[in-house]
């Protein structure tokens, strides 16, 4: 088999998962409910959202929230301050894909 096959958590439960952490990328899936949120953080890479159900809504740096839609990519600039949630009714999906992979850095 030359594939690899990565499985993902399904349904509606808040989920944060690590997904591919090799040399290239990091690529994690999270599952947020009305009023869910991750805690306030910095970008430890070039990070893309991509957002694949609901609505995210994020705040970077000391900027006012903004609201992105699914069918949407954000890309989010190294050592951005990130205060991500989901104030919506629908439940928010939405993969981060981060290159290079975190581990590149050395801060």
């Known amino acids: 088999m030359i594939e690899k096959i990565y499985e993902i958590t399904t349904g509606n439960n808040k ?9 290239h990328v990091n690529i994690n899936h999270m599952i ?18 991509v957002i694949v159900r609901g609505n995210l809504t994020l705040a970077l740096n000391e900027k ?31 993969f981060v894909v981060k290159s290079p992979n975190p581990r590149h850095y050395n801060d």
């Open 32 to 49: 947020l409910n009305k009023d869910e949120a991750l805690p306030l953080h910095f970008a430890n890479s070039n990070v893309y959202m």
């Open 64 to 94: 006012e929230f903004a609201t992105y839609t699914y069918g949407q990519i954000i890309n989010i600039p190294y050592k951005t301050k990130m205060n991500v949630s989901n104030t919506n009714e629908q439940v928010l999906e939405f």
């Open 15 to 23: 989920t944060i998962e690590k997904i591919v952490d090799d040399n």
